[in-house]
């Protein structure tokens, strides 16, 4: 504990006096949060003419301005006492992109400012929901998102349930599966039939009744409860990611300028052996059609295609998950051509399997929920190193940050093989798997990345590692630390990956 002079704090303290008495208070604001000084902090708010952009501005000043994470947890802790089912219910704000994660608040200086901010909360007419179930996220707190729903789908008011729409958009934009599996399935199921479904029943029977005087319908429906599951499935639907998918893909494909006369030109004016080249093709029809679900080069040019050889063969199949990006159900059917046939051993070259494993993990990034046990079950099933290369990659994408113990296993089994070509990806996919959590499995990969003898391994474990502190800012420095002072040239060089990632 470091002995300030009390003349140097009067100084502060007048300087903070003379800032609020001025009118200057977002000045206050920040010298207060500098300082620490959060009784000052709360009479500026309270103080200022606008309480509402009072606190925008102390959500953004932190975000913003402060280079230590760990204080802009302190300062960014807010809270808001809201009656839901009977019960009070904190709910806590982090203001991190990348931090979806539970911090303590007795761990930072959270229980000072929770108390603050709920007290400055409590004044306000309207609570800011948008603001609050967006910083949620960061929190981890998906059943009080859920709360916050629900209570506006409730609502009679259609703007409140256009804010529940909005609400989910928003999340569907910036968080991971994980969380929003756990805020849908903490949704109620709907008690009754959507709305459309109810008119849809009331046609039919009017019909009956015109054909059957004795025909009645028995089951009587609230149009309120009607219109509650209407809106809990428009709802659910958004929080799967299906429908800013559909959106997505109606926009790209309507909106689809590209052209393959660049692409045919390259394509007409080499030999079949050149595979530097033909690779390049392959790729940059890939991204320039990325999520367009146009295939049609793959079709017009399938002779050409079928000259690629092993890993060219590998990334033309990968090629279309790609350009199919996002067609959750049609994936299988699209990729049925390739995949693994009775068993991963199946019919056909291990390269087109491989690479139309690794398709339908791209079709499905970060919503694998429907595709994750089929994935899982061609790894088991299979030794055969490319398509385990393939499998691996695309259940590492399928299953982007859910850090699913299960599936960590079925990982590491592919990994402990030793095989390099597998056990490449199996590094990469663990670092997709756990990416941004700081687990402490990267710990266990970074121990086997120094008993391996494959670079290839190595190389891969390195940028998985560097991938689980993506975010973490100086969370990250043990492990930085640690890895650029490492002896083996390659995780130093992976120290640099989760440097810059951190």
Known sequence: MVDIDHRLEAIVEQMLE????????????????????????????????????????????????????????????????????????????????????????????????????????????????????????????????????EKLLHSEDKDDALLALQIAFDLVENEHQAFLMSVRDSLPMPKTLPVVAVQAAETCTAQRENTAGDVQLTDETDPADAVYAERLTKVKGILSGETSIQLTHQFLYTHDKSGYLILETNEQSVESWYSQLHGAIIYANAINHAGTARDEFYEENSVWLSRATNWAKFSAIAGLGVIHRGHLQQSRSLMAPYLPQGGASGGGSSYSQGGALYALGIIHANHGERIRQFLRDNLRSTSVEVIQHGACLGLGLASLGTADECIYDDIKNVLYTDSAVAGEAAGISLGLLFVGTATNKASEMLAYAHKTQHEKIIRGLVLGIALTVYGREEGADTLIEQMTRDQDPIIRYGGMYALALA
Do not use: W
Not at 31 to 43: M, P, T
Not at 105 to 113: D, I, N
């Open 18 to 149: 003379k800032c609020i008495s001025d009118g200057k208070y977002q000045q206050a604001m920040g010298i207060a949060i500098e300082c620490r000084r959060l009784d000052k902090l709360e009479e500026a708010i309270m103080k200022s003419k606008d309480v509402q952009k009072s606190l925008s501005y102390c959500i953004n000043v932190p975000h913003s301005f402060i280079n230590r994470r760990e204080y802009r947890f302190e300062v960014s802790l807010v809270a808001t006492d809201l009656d839901f089912n009977s019960c009070n219910m904190f709910l806590i704000l982090l203001v991190d992109y990348n931090s979806s994660y539970f911090i303590s608040p007795s761990k930072y200086y959270g229980h000072v400012v929770l108390r603050l901010l709920v007290h400055v909360y409590q004044k306000l007419a309207c609570p800011d929901y948008l603001s609050i179930c967006q910083c949620l996220m960061f929190l981890d707190e998906p059943q009080h998102v859920a709360s916050i729903l």
